[in-house]
């Protein structure tokens, strides 16, 4: 799961912001709002977390995109 870190700059720390989501088939998934923000979370999470190749699509639901694996893929 990967999530926004933001700075607040009234609180002075660094605040989790918790993206938005919607459901595609069975599962729920984070959307992006930008195809650029999208590849950076996904460059993020093969960096960081070892996850597989990451492919990024365009949502038929909304004007957002969305992360799929490349193993699983988009459907089950
Ligand atoms: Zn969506």
Redesign the pocket.
């Known amino acids: 799961m990967v999530g926004i870190l933001l700075y607040n700059v009234k609180m002075k720390q660094m605040t989790y912001h918790a993206p938005e989501k919607?459901w595609?088939g069975d599962q729920q998934?984070i959307?992006y709002a930008t195809r650029d923000e999208a590849e950076a979370a996904a460059l993020i999470a093969e960096h960081d977390y070892g996850a597989p190749k990451l492919t990024v699509y365009k949502?038929e639901?909304?004007d957002?995109w969305?992360l799929s694996s490349a193993t699983n893929g988009p459907r089950k």
Do not use: F, R
Request: hydrophobic letters at 10%; one cysteine or more.
């Open positions: 919607c595609v998934k959307c949502c639901y909304g957002h969305h």
